[in-house]
């Protein structure tokens, strides 16, 4: 998911994203909608949140090491 369309999901949730990364912006939304804030962390390859939108770039970051 494009960062520009993340901006928007975290405005909708009431958080600002300033100068937020991709990876601080998923986790707030995370923690506000009452969920793990486990974005790139499956390191492992393995998640078993298997309905959370954000899966695939989930993996992805995680494999990139991309940081927090």
């Not at 492992?44 to 959370?52: A, I, L, N, P």
Request: charged share 30%; hydrophobic share 30%; aromatic share 8%.
């Amino acid at each position: 998911m494009r960062l520009e369309e993340i901006r928007t999901i975290a405005k909708s949730h009431g958080i600002k994203p300033n100068k937020l990364s991709k990876t601080e912006l998923i986790k707030s939304i995370q923690t506000d909608e009452g969920s793990f804030d486990c974005f790139a962390t499956a390191y492992d390859g393995v998640c078993d949140q298997f309905d959370c939108c954000w899966r695939e770039d989930c993996f992805e970051a995680a494999q990139q090491g991309e940081p927090s």
